[in-house]
């Protein structure tokens, strides 16, 4: 693994390979990883602590069912805001960090709207209780736009490492 610039770090198979398996399976222990890639086990544990030194694994994490779990909706909120300013956004952002019914929120263009939310709860009397309790009350909200997941067709958070070289 190479640094080219401040951001980007260039890999090579053996680093991809062990991208994929940790994708795939986080629980993985370093034996079965150093088997799944070809190395032995203190080099595949030195370059799995070089890929989190470098930032490119951030953390990990354990994937849940959330319908077993009773949260059967998931709602993508589209939200105006009434001024686009760097404190109008950032307040916007401190609050809906608090929600733990929040999972992604992102800013974005090309919509009608200035922020993008995936929300998930129990029902929609929650959802309700949740927009009319929480999201319209965070000051700047002009414009809420609700649309509700039918089916997920690809619900993935494996990245697509085919495009680096």
Known sequence: ?????????????????????????????????AEKVGLSPSPCLRRVKALEDAG????????????????SLTAIVLIGMDRHTPERFAAFEEQVAEYPEIQECYLITGQSADY????????????????????????????VHSSFVLRRVIDSTALPLGYLS
């Not at 401040?6 to 370093?30: A, F, M, Y």
């Not at 129990?122 to 949740?130: G, K």
């Open 1 to 33: 693994m190479a640094k080219t610039d401040e951001s980007l770090v260039k890999l090579d198979r053996t680093d991809r390979r062990i991208l994929e398996n940790l994708q795939k399976d986080g629980s993985l222990t370093n034996q079965q990883l």
């Open 56 to 71: 490119i694994i951030i953390r990990t994490a354990t994937i849940l069912d959330h319908k077993k779990l009773g949260l």
């Open 116 to 143: 993008m939310l995936k929300v998930v709860v129990p029902d929609m009397d929650h959802y309700h209780h949740f927009l009319l309790n929480h999201i319209t009350r965070i000051q700047g909200v002009s414009g």
